[in-house]
């Protein structure tokens, strides 16, 4: 049960400790549902979270959904998180900057579930067990990641468009880069404004910083853009 404010609207609280610590009159629309949900829970608004330590960290931030048991465990005063699945953005506490990351979207198993450091990610979307899982996730931005493991070691890469089983799972520090069909694969960790397309079931990786490759398996083409 909530604390000593009195004038909520539209809350429910289920489960051990939900939404225990709410003590403000600014938590309207909040859903906390099992063991510890959105326990740390004062005056963020509009925040759902279902499962045991689902959102636990939240105190100010406001507008998150979480649905998973750790889901977004850690986030304290970010906005606009979407976590689901089992561990999904658990870990995201580096220090006081990264618990404020904002408006990520991370869907599947232990995705975003890496170990963050104390820098703020905005506006990434990862769908797919064990996406952009990196135990140094260090401030990666703007980068869309679908396909089991797609994006998986990136450590502070961004902008990134990857797309496939295993897209772009060797890239850790480059950007930029786009990299579409199962297993496709940077040329570098490093590489920055990659282009890769492929079909087949075999790795394909791309040419270089400013070049598009487009193939299947080991018969492919590559135009070099780079002036």
Do not use: H
């Not at 009195?6 to 429910?12: G, H, I, R």
């Not at 579930?113 to 703007?142: C, I, L």
């Amino acid at each position: 049960a909530m604390g000593v404010a009195t004038t909520q609207s539209s809350c429910t609280l289920i489960g051990v400790n939900a939404g225990a610590n709410i003590n403000n009159n600014d938590a309207n629309g909040t859903v906390a549902v099992g063991i510890n949900a959105l326990t740390s829970l004062t005056e963020g608004q509009y925040n759902t979270a279902v499962g045991t330590n689902s959102s636990e960290g939240i105190t100010t931030g406001d507008y998150n959904t979480s649905l998973g048991y750790f889901a977004m465990k850690e986030i304290v005063d970010g906005s606009k998180n979407t976590a689901i699945g089992y561990g999904a953005m658990q870990n995201s506490v580096g220090g006081t900057t990264s618990d404020g990351s904002n408006d990520n979207t991370f869907i599947g198993y232990l995705s975003g579930g890496g170990q963050w450091a104390n820098t703020q990610s905005v506006g990434n979307t990862a769908v797919g067990s064990e996406t952009a899982m990196s135990d140094s996730w260090n401030g990666p931005s703007y980068s869309s990641l679908f396909g089991f493991r797609a994006g998986q070691t990136i450590t502070t890469g961004s902008r990134n468009t990857l797309f496939g089983y295993s897209s772009g799972s060797n890239i850790t520090t480059g950007s930029g880069n786009t990299q579409i069909g199962a297993s496709a694969q940077a040329s570098a960790a490093d590489v920055t404004d990659e282009i890769v397309l492929k079909a087949g079931t075999d790795n394909l990786a791309g040419g270089g910083t400013e070049t598009i490759r487009i193939g299947v398996d080991s018969d492919f083409i590559t135009n070099d853009f780079g002036e």
